[in-house]
């Protein structure tokens, strides 16, 4: 099975656990098989690989996510970088050149396009391959997966079956609707439209060369920027007259905001956490060292992160979008290609951060032009690079570079440093990067 996950957004309705960088789906936040915590993304390349070992996985994505994908997935799984966002057409068209032109996929191959987030079991992901089988047998352009709906949402389009098979053509599709609407809906066997979808390569090849000037994928990567934004139900789906629909009557759970994920947690703690016994339908998510106590509160969730604390009714907690937007912020954690940094401080002329660097890693060699730094190391071995000069560092040591000076530190174990910028105009712009020779 080919299969494309979509991984978007930065997921502002979970605020204050995700952000530009780290989207909601690298939340770790489910507990795994081993008893640690994994993420969304975790999750569910771990069911596709149990489902179907040999599955070609490849996520769609923009380049700020790639550090997290191969920290928390490694190397071996695809990736097709968006190099600026275009809505899910290109997207789709870009992954699509990207199976057949880099992968070398026979454009006679079918694949299965779904979003990054979805809480599900197994079962899903056999469903997916039944979808891609019937992808292949041809009979339709485009074969959608339609989700039995347990409750009328106003969340979710709604896909209208011709008939009550489990394999159908489709009738019509319906936006978003109110509750009322989507209660005569369902009366008529609707299916929510969860935006998973199959077709053959060709079919999706053809369609993008259609609206789109570019020679293979190396061409269509270098033009993105060009490109209109666009969604693949508009462009495609919406005009196409060959389509399907397959049932699907499993568990499916759009984890968008804290009330629907709080549901799929099997914990209602994660962190550093207590609640008295008042408290009922209370969730706590803390990523900090500090302890979080609730008492006497009612579906209610708290979630506390290096960006900042929310404290919000279940139900209110799909509506923070808005306020997280007026909220102008720095990134306070992120995963990088060589480990991850967590911002403990910022004053006026300094910022204080704890950088933890994976083994045989390093950061890129680069100068500051407005800000001297000075490293403190906590723990791990590893060696600095300063003005090419090479020093052995480990716990203990600490280095001082000057406004102008290049460096880098490599780790050969894990290592863990206190960085300390200095300066009266310290910026994430004041970098310039060099090879490391």
């Not at 396009?113 to 292949?136: G, N």
């Not at 209370?282 to 979080?292: A, F, G, K, L, S």
């Amino acid at each position: 099975m080919n299969i494309v996950l979509l991984s978007g957004g930065s997921g502002k309705r979970l605020w204050p656990l995700s952000n530009d960088i780290r989207s909601k789906q690298f939340i770790k936040i489910f507990k795994g098989e081993d008893g640690s915590y994994e993420s969304m993304v975790q999750r569910v390349y771990r069911q596709i690989k149990k489902v179907d070992k040999d599955a070609t996985v490849t996520i769609a994505t923009s380049k700020t996510q790639v550090s997290s994908i191969h920290n928390q997935l490694g190397t071996d799984v695809g990736i097709s970088i968006e190099p600026c966002r275009r809505d899910t057409f290109p997207a789709i068209a870009l992954a699509t050149a990207y199976l057949v032109d880099v992968l070398g996929i026979s454009p006679e191959e079918s694949v299965v396009v779904c979003p990054v987030d979805p809480y599900v079991e197994d079962e899903y992901f056999t469903a997916l391959k039944a979808l891609s089988d019937q992808a292949d047998k041809g009979e339709a352009n485009l074969v959608l997966m339609g989700i039995e709906p347990t409750y009328p949402s106003e969340k979710y389009g709604y896909i209208i079956p011709a008939t009550k098979d489990n394999v159908s053509a489709v009738s019509n599709f319906k936006e978003k609707p109110s509750i009322e609407v989507a209660k005569d809906y369902i009366s008529q066997g609707a299916l929510w439209n969860g935006g998973v979808f199959a077709y053959k390569l060709k079919y999706v090849l053809e369609k993008a060369h259609e609206l789109i000037d570019f020679k293979d994928y190396q061409d269509l990567f270098d033009k993105y920027e060009t490109l209109t934004k666009i969604s693949f139900d508009y462009a495609v789906v919406e005009k196409e007259d060959k389509i399907q629909v397959m049932r699907f009557a499993g568990e499916w759970k759009d984890l968008g905001t804290w009330n629907t994920l709080t549901e799929a947690m099997e914990e209602n703690i994660v962190g550093k956490g207590q609640m008295n016994e008042t408290c009922k339908g209370v969730h706590i998510v803390n990523e900090m060292d500090v302890p979080v106590l609730a008492m006497g509160l009612t579906d209610v969730v708290i979630s506390a992160s290096p960006e900042g604390i929310l404290v919000s009714d279940k139900e209110q907690s799909s509506y923070i979008k808005p306020y997280v937007d007026g909220i102008v912020q720095r990134i306070m954690f992120a995963e990088k290609s060589w480990g991850n940094f967590k911002v403990i401080d910022v004053e006026p002329e300094s910022v204080t951060i704890k950088v933890t660097l994976n083994a045989g890693h390093s950061m890129n060699y680069h100068l500051h032009n407005h800000r001297d730094e000075v490293w403190v190391v906590i723990s791990g071995t590893g060696k600095t690079v300063i003005d090419s000069v090479e020093t052995p560092v480990k716990s203990g040591d600490v280095i001082t570079m000057k406004a102008g000076c290049k460096h880098t530190v490599v780790a050969d174990t894990e290592l863990k440093l206190i960085e300390v910028q200095l300066g009266s105009d310290i910026s994430v712009d004041d970098k310039v990067k060099y090879e490391l020779k």
